[in-house]
């Protein structure tokens, strides 16, 4: 079994638009629907974003949305905010396997 | 308000054991599956352990079974990680995490384990 593929880093400016992406297999990301995303501050617990590929928790901004195209799940966070700087996760719940992690800077 | 609180780690020496501990608050443990997650210094997420609802069934991350066991008793909301035969790459911090549906939807703050000499 692999860990899931995200880039290691992502930026973009205030009020523009990013997307991470995580790239898994058929089994893990393209036809299983229990993906999720964690965002991490440094030195904080990870904080659940998106689960089951597109689903928002409650009390997290509409400015982070969560898509599938093939084997390949993503995160987008829009109109970012400096708050947004932080390190991403995504993980399928199939294998348990978390992404690499992608480290976003808001420039 | 839905809480974890982890404790227990420490400084031990290869070889060596120890206890991790996890108080839940504001939820009864027992409606959930249970977790442990770790995160070596500088490194990204690794899933460690997992327990069901009524402890029959326990799962484990390869490098670590045999080694480490995971407990729970829900009348304490309690959740536990016994980690025995301590290696140097089992340093990290350990987040001790509730599961929803398919995720994770709760973490604690993690304490910190070091193996070392």
């Known amino acids: 079994q692999s860990a899931l593929t995200q880039p290691p880093s992502a930026s973009g400016s205030p009020g523009q638009s990013v997307t991470i992406s995580c790239t898994g297999t058929?089994?893990?990301?393209?036809?299983?629907?229990?993906v999720s995303w964690y965002q991490q501050h440094p030195g904080k617990a990870p904080k659940l974003m998106i689960s089951e590929v597109t689903k928002r928790p409650s009390g997290v901004p509409d400015r982070f949305s969560g898509s599938k195209s093939g084997n390949t799940a993503s995160l987008t966070v829009s109109g970012l905010q400096a708050e947004d700087e932080a390190d991403y996760y995504c993980i399928s719940w199939k294998t348990k396997l978390f992404g690499g992690g992608t480290k976003l800077t808001v420039l | 308000e839905v809480q974890l609180l982890e404790s227990g780690g420490g400084l031990v020496q290869p070889g060596g054991s120890l206890r991790l501990s996890c108080a839940a608050s504001g939820f009864s443990i027992s409606r959930s599956w249970m977790d442990w997650v770790r995160q070596a210094p500088g490194k990204g997420l690794e899933w460690v352990a997992s327990?069901?609802?009524?402890?029959?069934?326990?799962y484990y991350v390869g490098s670590v079974k045999g080694r480490f066991t995971i407990s729970r008793d829900n009348a304490q909301n309690s959740l536990w990680l016994q980690m025995n035969s301590l290696r140097a790459e089992d340093t990290a911090i350990y987040y001790c995490?509730?599961?929803?549906?398919?995720?994770?939807?709760?973490w604690g703050q993690g304490t910190l384990v070091t193996v070392s000499s």
């Open positions: 058929s089994s893990d990301v393209g036809d299983y629907p229990y």
């Open positions: 995490a509730k599961e929803g549906t398919g995720n994770f939807d709760f």
């Open positions: 327990i069901k609802q009524d402890g029959t069934e326990k």
